[in-house]
Nanobody, 124 residues
Framework: QLRVVEQGGGLVQPGGALRLSCGAS????????VAWFRQAPGKEREGVVC??????STRAADSVKGRFLITRRKNTMYLQMNNLKPEDTAVYYC???????????????????WGQGTQVTVSS
């Protein structure tokens, strides 16, 4: 079972930026689908951004398009978050798995390996 661990998170003011990272127990994530999800209090976990395992296509939720970017390098994935808003406040989770197509890479059930989560709070 692949293990993934997030780093980063914290408190940031509205309009600010933050980068999360997630290390995996493998030499490379190139052959995995990777994704970031988030869960706010009282809400379901939702997909934020992802990269599919096949063509490496990316997909983003409408609420973060143009603001959030997912990348991966070697065994680490990153989430760059810009122009943060209070509604971005949530616990953020990284996830990885093989054989996840772009149509389903924002669906939590598509992934078997999850990090423990890291809190991101956007507030003045």
């Amino acid at each position: 079972q692949l293990r993934v661990v997030e780093q980063g998170g914290g408190l940031v003011q509205p309009g600010g930026a933050l980068r999360l990272s997630c290390g995996a127990s493998t030499d490379t994530l190139d052959y995995y689908a990777v994704a970031w999800f988030r869960q706010a209090p009282g809400k379901e976990r939702e997909g934020v951004v992802c990269i599919s395992s096949s063509a490496g296509s990316t997909r983003a939720a409408d609420s973060v398009k143009g603001r959030f970017l997912i990348t991966r390098r070697k065994n680490t994935m990153y989430l760059q978050m810009n122009n943060l808003k209070p509604e971005d406040t949530a616990v953020y989770y990284c996830a990885a798995d093989r054989m996840v197509l772009v149509d389903s890479c924002l669906v939590p059930g598509s992934f078997g390996s999850w990090g423990q989560g890291t809190q991101v709070t956007v507030s003045s």
